[in-house]
């Protein structure tokens, strides 16, 4: 064979490293045989007995239902069952509380496959229609959830950062906003909303909002004011004119981890034209990505359609507990340095804190695992708040604390 110069399979990869650090963590984790070992770097529902939550039954009774005739329900010869489609998107709207006026001119669009399917989606629809100049690259809040950058790579975009405030917003780029920061847990004032929406309306520029933490940043309220504060980030932009696709994910509100339904992306239109040319655009997307719904997605749209307030019982039971793992941290924090990453500045699953050096290896010699999320200037670790124990929260927020700076 001829010696060849190039390498054009095997080009160098640029960016973060291939294995990230929660992963990292977490064969960490599970390389530990102690049996009082803590996973605080898991990355979805962990139970108060700190296994992953297990009580979720809607989402799994549906699948095993449709399981039994999986043969027949999916495939090129079988006809969307439109009523339940209607269905699960009004579920959708229920869940953001979209108004009737705005539900008509919105289009959903089943991503496949779990993790970032809805946001891929949402990409991928914006970039059909601007596929050169002010949408080349991914833009995403420093801190943010370390996937982010395979998102970008995987679709052709270049990677880049904005302040986790938006107080400065490249001019060009893709922005995804998150309303629940995923990595911090940082929330964002409602003004900052209201100002990007103004934005981004007058600009007439999309704007993808990662929406996978529904009722995650107000677990401590009751289960219908805590959808809608939830969402009052989406409403703002929507009263403001933007033009807005939410990429929800069922992963965390009804724990469906072990499963990976894919997500849905919600295309909100401010015309009755602008929202026939999206779901004609989306259509064609579906077509050329695995052309029908896959058998996991369809049973989370038959659960939604079907057994709704099933759902939402099991997405009330698990902020129940995020409420429980945040009041227990608060609670034994109190007074010291990690106190203030529990106020109603945050919410959600995780947290970064600053710590000493070396202080991923001192907890692991606890047998209590984090995230090395460090910067090149301060060693830092993220947590997932719900991983605490309920039983055992004084002792492990207490080695925690003790490392906190």
């Not at 991928?124 to 050169?132: D, G, K, M, V």
């Not at 805590?226 to 992963?251: C, K, N, Q, R």
């Not at 602008?274 to 990505?289: L, V």
């Amino acid at each position: 064979m001829a010696d060849i110069a190039g390498s054009a399979l095997g080009v160098p990869l640029e960016g973060p490293p291939a294995l990230d650090p929660n992963l990292v963590a977490n064969q960490r984790f599970r390389a530990d045989t102690s049996s009082s070992k803590v996973n605080l770097a898991v990355g979805t529902n962990v139970g108060a007995d700190g296994k992953p939550w297990s009580q979720a039954v809607a989402f799994p009774a549906a699948f095993a239902a449709l399981a039994k005739n999986v043969g027949t329900a999916c495939g090129s010869y079988n006809a969307p069952d439109l009523p339940r489609l209607a269905a699960a998107k009004e579920f959708l709207c229920d869940t953001i509380e979209l108004p009737a006026t705005v539900r008509a001119r919105t289009v959903v669009s089943w991503a496949t496959g779990g993790g970032s399917g809805a946001l891929t989606r949402a990409i991928a629809s914006i970039r059909a229609q601007h596929p050169h100049g002010e949408y080349g690259s991914l833009v995403v809040q420093t801190d943010s959830w370390p996937g982010y950058s395979s998102v970008a790579y995987t679709n052709g975009l270049r990677f880049d950062s904005c302040p986790l405030d938006f107080s400065e917003i490249p001019s060009r780029g893709l922005i995804v906003a998150q309303t629940i920061h995923n990595g911090t847990g940082r929330l964002l004032d409602d003004e900052v909303w209201r100002v990007m929406g103004t934005q981004f309306a007058s600009q007439d520029r999309a704007l993808i909002v990662d929406f996978p933490y529904a009722g995650f940043d107000y677990g401590d309220r009751p289960y219908r004011e805590a959808i809608h504060e939830s969402a009052s980030a989406i409403h703002a932009l929507v009263d403001a004119g933007a033009p807005v696709i939410v990429a929800f994910g069922p992963t965390k509100v009804f724990n469906t981890f072990a499963y990976r339904p894919g997500g849905a992306a919600i295309v909100i239109c401010r015309t009755a034209d602008e929202a026939a040319s999206a779901d004609a655009r989306m259509k064609r997307i579906e077509r050329g990505s695995t052309g029908f719904i896959d058998a996991v997605t369809l049973a989370l749209v038959q659960a939604m359609a079907d057994n709704p307030n099933g759902l939402r019982a099991d997405h009330a039971a698990i902020l129940t507990r995020l409420a429980e793992a945040a009041h227990d941290w608060r609670r034994h924090a109190v007074g010291s340095p990690l106190e203030s990453y529990f106020t109603s500045a945050f919410g959600g699953l995780f947290r970064i804190v600053p710590v000493t050096p070396g202080a991923v290896e001192r907890l692991a010699a606890k047998h209590i695992h984090a995230v090395d999320a460090s910067t090149a200037s301060t060693p830092r670790i993220r947590i997932n708040t719900m991983g605490l124990p309920h039983g055992r929260a004084e002792e492990v927020v207490a080695a925690v604390v003790a490392e906190v700076v």
